[in-house]
């Protein structure tokens, strides 16, 4: 069973990738009377162009012209017409072929259009290369296609490769695939070849392919192996790194770097453009500190003219000696904590008058008594008072018991 289904998954997935574009010729003739020439057959992955006439013509003369009125013409003497395989164009848009036959009247001019429901295909497709040999494609649904619609991406590296499915799809919140990641790419001489089919319940889809030279895509990686080496002499700092990893150019002719170098101490930064893999900063302050980072791009070679992804940032330089300073300020701050520290305890736990009382001072005996003086007379005389009345008292009571006796 198993046997059976991977059979059957093997002929769909061939059935789909091989399945001829859905597109129609349509021919108009140039004369009023039918033209000897017949049979247009268009044959896109061998770039054939072929016909039938029912009369033998020495000299025949053909052209392919797309949309944007990029052409190619050819003379042959047989009724087949074969375009160089450098011929990189798509096909969504529609293709004009013309057959004539020279120093005549006689001539075809066919178009070859794609079929399928308008505005079904997708929009906005776009690819990138990063990190070397990593590649994502994204795109949208047709603004016209049905909610069924599924899309399938096949691609093709270069003429003498096989073209393959996506194997890893992007999908959106519906379960539609709006794109592709890839692995393993490497860049060909030539333009890959990307086609976009799709698929639905209820009506024709239609496709959309384009030739991308991979290299224009590509993210350059930053430079390696970035170091300064700062000495006392007049030269300064040299700087040196080695070119950006790729998949297909190694030369360091085909590279140019920028490099940005700030000041951390002042708001200030050089930037410079050289094409080689050395600098020399001569604008080194060893009291300063820096921070140094580079990019490249190409200039020559398969190489992408667009700034790539900076190096990892590195600092150089001895800078200020701030140690000093950072000492006394902790010191200053330390003394001023234990100063507040001391305070609040003594304030919290002990009186200043325990630990400094008040030096008495000599009584004058001039002065007239003071209320401590006059309140201490005053206690102290009803005291001796009550004394004598308890003497009187017992007195009288032993006199009146001698007269009683």
Known sequence: MFDSFGLICMIWWCVVLFHPLHADIQCMESEAQKSPITNVNVDWRKTELSWESSKNFSMYKCTIMNWDMESIEKEVNSPLCRFP?????PLHKGVFFIIEVPNTNISKKCTFLPGGMNESAIENFSCVIYNICLMNCTWQAGR?????????????????????????????????????????????????????????????????????????????????????HCTGDPVGCIITWHPPLTSHVEKVKCFQYEINIQNKDEPKEEKKVVRNDRYEFQNYNEKNRYILKIRARGTKCLV???????????????????FIFVILFLIALGTISVTVLLYCLFKRYCSFKNILPPIPQPRDKFNALTNEDIQTEYVNLPSKSHTEEITTVEEMTQLSKKKIH
């Open 85 to 89: 395989k450098e011929l990189y164009m």
């Open 304 to 322: 992408s003219s667009k700034w790539g992804e900076w190096s990892e940032p590195i600092e150089f330089g001895q800078g200020k000696d701030y």
């Open 144 to 228: 016209g296609a049905p909610a069924d619609t599924q899309y399938f991406l096949y691609w093709q590296n270069s003429r003498d490769d096989g073209q393959m499915e996506c194997e890893l799809y992007i999908k959106d919140e519906n379960g539609r695939n709006v794109g592709c990641r890839f692995q393993n790419v490497r860049i060909e001489i030539e333009k890959a070849y990307f086609l976009v089919n799709g698929s639905s319940k209820d009506s024709l889809i239609q496709f959309y392919d384009e030739y991308i030279e991979l290299y224009k895509i590509e993210i350059l990686a930053a430079p390696l192996n970035v170091t300064a």
